[in-house]
Nanobody
Framework: QVHLAESGGGLVQPGGSLRVSCAASGFTFNNYYMSWFRQAPGKEREFVAAIRWTGSSTYFAESVKGRFLIFRDNAKNTVYLQMNSLKPEDTAVYYC????????????????WGQGTQVTVSS
């Protein structure tokens, strides 16, 4: 059975850093793009970042480019989102997602979703 389990969310001050993790099981992890999406209160879910199955390519939304990093450990079936220079507008539930296709940014093409982890940026 497929399972994506996010962890590491929490409360952080503006300008701070936080790392969220996603542990995957039940599918061949290193055959999938892994993505992060987020959904802020009252807004639609949006793409944040993605990483190719080899880890050789990463992709970011313009709003987080230069501040967020994504990396994966295929030996541990885990993907990480390192968030730096956090802003209040980064407050959202962050979702881990996977797709065997190449449209890692389009939630209509996502095969599997995690349950989400709350990230709150506030002083």
């Amino acid at each position: 059975q497929v399972h994506l389990a996010e962890s590491g969310g929490g409360l952080v001050q503006p300008g701070g850093s936080l790392r969220v993790s996603c542990a995957a099981s039940g599918f061949t992890f290193n055959n999938y793009y892994m993505s992060w999406f987020r959904q802020a209160p009252g807004k639609e879910r949006e793409f944040v970042a993605a990483i190719r199955w080899t880890g050789s390519s990463t992709y970011f939304a313009e709003s987080v480019k230069g501040r967020f990093l994504i990396f994966r450990d295929n030996a541990k079936n885990t993907v990480y989102l390192q968030m730096n220079s956090l802003k209040p507008e980064d407050t959202a539930v962050y979702y881990c997602a996977s797709t065997s296709g190449s449209r890692y940014y389009d939630e209509r093409w996502i095969d599997y979703w995690g349950q989400g982890t709350q990230v709150t940026v506030s002083s």
